[in-house]
C-alpha cells in the first residue's frame, strides 16, 4: 500500500512569507498528525485530526499556524507570516486501519522548511 | 520540561559493539514505543511495549520496558552499519491519549 506522501520535500522563504505543506495519509487512516521536527530534537505535536474534526491543537501556534482537513482525506499546514524559529522539518503521520489498535504511527517523508 | 528523557544524546561506536540507550521519566506511561529515523525520512516503528517488565526482542535488538512503566531501554548487539540513525522513544500515558516523544540518540556506527 502506498505509504503517507508529503510535498514539498523542502522549502526555502524569507521571513515573513508564508507558505503551505500537503499530506496525504494512508488510504483508510481516520487518524493524522502533523509534527514539527527542529534540528536535533524529537518530533513535537502541533495539531491531530480525527476524520475532519480537530482533536488536539493545543501546541499550535494558532497567531501564525493552521492546518485544515476539510474532506477527511489530505490535509495542508499552513505558516504566515514565518519566524526564524519555524525552520524544521515538518511531520505528517497516520493511524487507523488494521493498524488503530497497535498504535503504530505511520510517518511521511517530511517537508524541511528553511526561513531565512 | 521534558517528559522523556533520552540518553546518551549522542553515540559512536565501532561496528561489532554492543551499545544500550535509555529512555526515562517521572510519570508512567500505559505505553511506549521506539522508533528510528534515517536521515531525510520519517521515523519508523521498532516496538511497542505494554507490560511493566516486559521484554521483546528483534533480531539483534533488544527492548525492555522497566516494571514500574516509567523507563525503557533499547540494547543492541554486534551493532552494524546499518543500525545509523536517531533512536527515539514515545510514550503514551493512557490509551489514546497524545504520543510524546523524546529527543532521541544520534546513534553512528563506524565500518
Known amino acids: 500500500e502506498a505509504g503517507v506522501a508529503q510535498s514539498p520535500r523542502y522549502k526555502i522563504i524569507e521571513k515573513r512569507q508564508s507558505v503551505a505543506f500537503w499530506c496525504n495519509p494512508i488510504s483508510g487512516h481516520a487518524t493524522l498528525y502533523w509534527y514539527q521536527q527542529i534540528l536535533g530534537q524529537g518530533p513535537k505535536l502541533l495539531i491531530q485530526f480525527q476524520n475532519n474534526g480537530v482533536v488536539d491543537d493545543s501546541q499550535l501556534p494558532k497567531d501564525r499556524f493552521s492546518a485544515e482537513r476539510l474532506k477527511g482525506v489530505d490535509s495542508t499546514l499552513k505558516i504566515q507570516p514565518a519566524k526564524l524559529e519555524d525552520s524544521a522539518v515538518y511531520l505528517c503521520?497516520?493511524?487507523?486501519?488494521?493498524?488503530?489498535?497497535?498504535?503504530?504511527?505511520?510517518f511521511g517523508e517530511g517537508s524541511r522548511l528553511t526561513v531565512l | 520540561t521534558q517528559l522523556l528523557e533520552q540518553s546518551p544524546q549522542f553515540l559512536s561506536i565501532q561496528e561489532g559493539e554492543n551499545l544500550t540507550v535509555y529512555c526515562n521519566s517521572s510519570?508512567?506511561?500505559?505505553?511506549l514505543q521506539w522508533y528510528r529515523q534515517e536521515p531525510g525520512e520519517g521515523p519508523v516503528l521498532l516496538v511497542t511495549v505494554v507490560t511493566g517488565g516486559e521484554v521483546k526482542k528483534l533480531k539483534r535488538l533488544t527492548f525492555q520496558f522497566g516494571d514500574a512503566r516509567k523507563d525503557s531501554s533499547l540494547h543492541i548487539t554486534a551493532a552494524q552499519t546499518g543500525d545509523t540513525g536517531l533512536y527515539l522513544c514515545?510514550?503514551?500515558?493512557?490509551?489514546?491519549?497524545?504520543?510524546?516523544f523524546g529527543e532521541g540518540t544520534q546513534l553512528t556506527v563506524n565500518p
Open positions: 514515545a510514550g503514551e500515558k493512557t490509551s489514546g491519549s497524545r504520543l510524546t
Open positions: 503521520a497516520s493511524i487507523g486501519g488494521v493498524n488503530a489498535n497497535t498504535g503504530e504511527l505511520f
Open positions: 510519570s508512567v506511561f500505559s505505553s
